[in-house]
């Protein structure tokens, strides 16, 4: 297994650790307001950060010299996780779809989906640069899990605000559902370590 030198191993685990920080008050806010608004979108989003807790915590354990982890595994891992999050939105949405759940508005989730589009391009564009430095395909990987959870804001943000304006119950399901190809294809670029060319 490749070592990161210490300078840049510092990095990484600084980036990670606001990364565990931001996720966590992130999905739970977002998994609050799923279940209290009956929103799938949110539930989806909610579901993309636990995902992405997942994926910080395997770059984390990639760069513990003990842990018998390699850079390769710890990046094939992390696209795996979003293979694992769109089958999560699939389900989520078309049983949301079939039962015909009408969500109701959710400012918490409104206020995180809001906060998200502005801190996850900056910490996917600082960890696609760290990737760069440390030639780290795991934290590469990471980084487009950061940027699609920028992505899925945005499409969730849309989907909140159409059904707290209008009230129309299938909007929220269809934002879910518009977060699908992103997941499939960010998920085969982070499989093979590339990040994505937005971030």
């Known amino acids: 297994m490749c070592s990161s030198p210490p300078n840049s191993s510092r ?12 996720m966590l008050a992130e999905c739970g806010v977002s998994v609050y307001g799923a279940v209290t608004a009956h929103s799938p979108a949110l539930l989806a989003f909610g579901a993309d950060s636990f995902v992405e807790l ?5 770059v984390l354990l990639a760069i513990v010299p003990s842990f018998p982890l390699t850079r390769d595994r710890a990046a094939r891992l992390a696209g795996i ?4 999050l769109a089958g999560v939105v699939a389900l989520v949405t078309l049983l949301s779809l079939l039962y015909r759940v009408k969500p109701e508005t959710s400012c918490s ?7 998200a589009l502005l801190v996850m391009p900056i910490l996917a564009w600082m960890k696609r640069r ?10 590469a990987a990471d980084a487009v899990q950061s940027a699609t ?9 849309s989907g909140l605000a159409v059904n707290a304006l209008w009230h ?3 909007v929220d399901s269809a ?20 990040s994505c060319g937005c971030c």
């Open 11 to 22: 990095l990484i685990v600084w980036l990670q650790g606001i990364t565990l920080v931001w």
């Open 54 to 58: 997942l994926s910080a915590t395997v």
């Open 81 to 84: 996780l979003l293979f694992i």
């Open 109 to 115: 989730g409104i206020a995180i989906t809001l906060a």
């Open 130 to 139: 760290s990737a760069q430095q440390t030639d780290n395909r795991a934290l």
């Open 149 to 157: 959870c920028a992505y899925l804001a945005a499409i969730t943000l």
């Open 168 to 170: 129309i119950y299938w």
């Open 175 to 194: 934002a879910a559902l518009l977060a699908l190809p992103i997941l499939i294809v960010e998920g085969r670029r982070a499989l093979r370590g590339e």
